[in-house]
C-alpha cells in the first residue's frame, strides 16, 4: 500500500498555490458528484431538523410557542431523565483515567502488546444488545458474577445489581465502561507510539519514576486527544445510551424509573404515549446539550493551542 | 533491579486482569450456549460437561435465519452505497476547490455528532406518510445519510493528500475527471475504503434504535431487534438465547480478526489528526 509515501507529499502540495487556469465553467464540474450525498444529508439531517424545530413548537399542527418546551421541563420524568444522564456524566473521568492507565501500561510492554490491544478493544465493537442481554444474565441475583464473588470469600459484595433502584444506573455505568474503555486505550497508544522516543529518554535520564514521568512528560502529550476523547464519552452519555437502556431494561428504564434516560423519553413519548411533540421539545432540547459539549471542546482546543507548544 | 521486576508484574496483572475482564461476558455467551439451562445457572463458570448444540438448533429453527438474513442485506446494500456516494462526493470536494468547501466539509464534520434519537420522529413521520414503515428502503436511507459524514470527511481527508503532480500529469494527458477518479484515485484509497466499510459494517450490523421504530412487522427485523425480544421470549431457556447471540455475534468477531487494523485506523484518524 502506497498511502504513508503519498502522505509525506501532501504537506507540500497543500501549501502549494492551484493553478488558476481553470474555467469558471469547470468549477460547476463537482455539482454531479456531490449530489447524491448532498440530497441524502438534507433529507435526514437537514429536513429532519427543520421539521424537529417547527414540531416542538405546535400541537396538533397549530403554533402554541414554547408551551410544549414548558411542559417537558415540568414533567418529573424528565427532569428524572436528565438527571440521570447527568449522573452518567460523572463516571466519563473514571474512564478517561481507566483509558490512560491501560494505554500508559500498555505502552510500556514490548511482549504481548498487540495481543492486550485487541483483547481490551474487543468489547467495544460488540452489538449493544448483545452485551446487554449477556449481562442481564450475569448480574442477575443468583448469576455468574454473585456466583463469582461468594467463591473467592466476597460474598458481602454480591447484589441485586439491576434489580435494586439504588444501584441500577451506576451497574449500567460500569458496564458502559466496559464496552468504552478500549476505544480510549487505542486512541491514546496511537499517539504514544507515533511520539518520538526522545521526549521519553531525556525525562527517564533525568530520573524521572513511573508517576512523575507520566504525569508530567505522558498526559501533557496527549491533552488534545484527552479533550477529544472526553467530548466524545459526554456525548455518548448524554444521548447515545438508549441502546443499553432498552435492552437491560426491556425498554421501561426500569425498576421504577431508575435507569430512565433523555432517549428512552423520547421515544417512549413519541411512539407509546402519542405525544409526538412534546417528543420533539425534549430532542430539541438534547440536540442542544449536545451542541453545546461539541461548541465547548471547539473553544477549549483553540484557548488550549495558545498557552501549549505541541 | 527486582524494583523493576515488581513493577513488571504488578503491569501484567493488571493487564491480565482487565484482558480477562473484557473477555468474561464472551465466556459466559459461549460456554453457556453449549449448556443445559440447569447447568447454565449452577455453574454459569465452569466449562460445559456435555457440550450440546440444541440450543444453536432451537435458536435457528425460529425466525433467527430470517433475521441474520435481513441483517446482511441491510448491511451490505447501505454500506456499499455509502462507500460510493460518499466517494464520489469526497472526489467532487476535493476536485474542484470551490468558494466555501471548507465550511461545507466543517459542516460535515459537525453532523457526526447528531444523536440518530433526534432526527428519528420527523424521519418517522415522513416513513409513515409514504407507506414505507416496515421497509428496508427508508432505513437504507436513512443508514446511508447517518454514515455519510464520517465516510466523506475520512475520503476527502484522504484525497486531499494525493499528491496534485499526479492528477496534473493526468490530465495534461487529458484524462476526464471520471477517468482519473477510476483509474487513479480508487486504487490508490484502496486502505481507507477499507477502514471506512469496516467501521459503517459494525455500526449498521450493531444499530437498535431505528431498526427498532422502522421495521415492526416480523419478517423485517433485524438480527439486533430480533435478539433483544429473544430474551423474554426464551426466559426459561437461556441456552438458546446465548446460541443466538453468539450467531449475531460470530460475523462481528470474523471482521474484526481480519479488518482489525482498519477498524483501528478508522477510529483514530478522527481524533489523532484533530
Not at chain 1, 92 to 115: C, D, M, N, Q, S
Not at chain 2, 219 to 240: A, E, H, N, W
Request: glycine letters at 8%; charged letters at 10%; hydrophobic letters at 55%.
Amino acid at each position: 500500500m502506497s498511502s504513508p509515501e503519498v502522505a509525506e507529499v501532501s504537506s507540500a502540495r497543500d501549501t502549494a498555490p492551484r493553478p488558476k487556469t481553470r474555467q469558471r465553467a469547470r468549477n460547476l464540474g463537482f455539482i454531479p458528484w456531490v449530489a447524491p450525498a448532498a440530497v441524502t444529508i438534507l433529507f435526514v439531517f437537514g429536513y429532519s431538523m427543520f421539521q424537529l424545530f417547527a414540531q416542538s413548537f405546535q400541537y396538533h399542527g397549530s403554533w402554541v410557542g414554547l408551551d410544549n418546551f414548558k411542559l417537558v421541563l415540568t414533567d418529573p420524568l424528565f427532569l428524572t431523565a436528565i438527571g440521570h444522564n447527568a449522573m452518567l456524566l460523572a463516571i466519563v473521568p473514571v474512564l478517561l483515567a481507566l483509558a490512560l492507565l491501560l494505554a500508559i501500561l500498555l505502552f510500556e510492554t514490548k511482549r504481548g502488546l498487540r495481543g492486550y490491544r485487541a483483547t481490551l478493544f474487543f468489547p467495544y465493537i460488540l452489538p449493544i444488545p448483545v452485551v446487554g442481554v449477556v449481562f442481564g444474565q450475569l448480574l442477575q441475583f443468583n448469576g455468574a458474577l454473585n456466583q463469582a464473588l461468594h467463591a473467592v470469600g466476597l460474598g458481602g459484595l454480591a447484589a441485586d445489581w439491576l434489580g435494586d433502584p439504588s444501584r441500577a444506573l451506576w451497574t449500567m455505568g460500569a458496564i458502559i465502561i466496559w464496552k468504552e474503555v478500549g476505544f480510549g486505550v487505542v486512541l491514546f497508544l496511537a499517539r504514544l507510539m507515533s511520539l518520538p522516543s526522545e521526549v521519553f529518554e531525556a525525562a527517564r535520564i533525568d530520573g524521572a519514576g513511573f508517576f512523575r514521568m507520566h504525569l508530567h512528560v505522558t498526559i501533557p502529550q496527549l491533552r488534545t486527544l484527552v479533550l477529544f476523547y472526553i467530548v466524545i464519552e459526554a456525548i455518548v452519555m448524554v444521548s447515545w445510551v438508549f441502546n443499553y437502556v432498552y435492552v437491560l431494561t426491556n425498554g421501561q428504564g426500569g425498576p421504577g424509573t431508575s435507569t430512565v434516560v433523555s432517549e428512552l423519553y423520547i421515544y417512549r413519548e413519541a411512539f407509546q404515549n402519542q405525544a409526538p411533540e412534546l417528543a420533539a421539545a425534549a430532542a430539541v432540547l438534547l440536540f442542544i446539550a449536545t451542541l453545546v459539549l461539541v461548541v465547548g471542546f471547539f473553544r477549549l482546543q483553540r484557548a488550549g493551542e495558545g498557552t501549549f507548544a505541541e | 533491579m527486582s524494583a523493576r521486576h515488581l513493577g513488571n508484574v504488578a503491569r501484567h496483572s493488571i493487564l491480565l486482569a482487565c484482558t480477562i475482564g473484557a473477555l468474561a461476558p464472551a465466556y459466559i455467551m459461549l460456554t453457556g450456549a453449549l449448556k443445559t439451562q440447569r447447568e447454565f445457572l449452577l455453574h454459569p463458570w465452569a466449562l460445559p460437561s456435555h457440550p450440546q448444540l440444541t440450543a444453536f438448533r432451537s435458536a435457528l429453527s425460529d425466525q433467527l435465519g430470517q433475521w441474520f438474513f435481513n441483517t446482511v442485506l441491510l448491511t451490505c446494500i447501505s454500506v456499499f452505497v455509502t462507500a460510493a456516494i460518499a466517494s464520489f462526493a469526497a472526489w467532487g470536494l476535493v476536485h474542484w476547490p470551490f468558494r466555501g468547501r471548507e465550511t461545507v466539509l466543517g459542516i460535515t464534520v459537525a453532523l457526526m455528532v447528531v444523536p440518530p434519537v433526534v432526527l428519528l420522529i420527523p424521519l418517522f413521520q415522513v416513513g409513515a406518510s409514504l407507506g414505507w414503515i416496515s421497509t428496508f428502503r427508508i432505513v437504507i436511507i436513512i443508514y446511508v445519510g447517518l454514515m455519510l459524514p464520517f465516510s466523506v470527511y475520512l475520503l476527502a481527508n484522504f484525497f486531499r493528500s494525493i499528491p496534485v503532480s499526479i492528477l496534473e500529469a493526468a490530465q495534461i494527458d487529458g484524462a476526464s475527471p471520471w477517468r482519473i477518479f477510476v483509474q487513479l484515485v480508487l486504487p490508490l484509497s484502496a486502505a481507507p475504503v477499507a477502514t471506512l466499510v469496516v467501521v459503517n459494517l459494525l455500526w449498521v450490523w450493531n444499530e437498535l434504535l431505528l431498526a427498532l421504530v422502522f421495521l415492526q412487522s416480523d419478517s423485517k427485523k433485524t438480527l439486533m431487534v430480533g435478539i433483544t425480544g429473544f430474551q423474554s421470549r426464551y426466559s426459561l431457556d437461556i441456552p438458546t438465547v446465548m446460541a443466538g447471540l453468539s450467531i449475531a455475534t460470530l460475523p462481528l468477531v470474523l471482521v474484526y480478526m481480519f479488518g482489525q487494523r482498519y477498524f483501528i485506523q478508522g477510529l483514530t484518524a478522527g481524533g489523532v489528526k484533530g
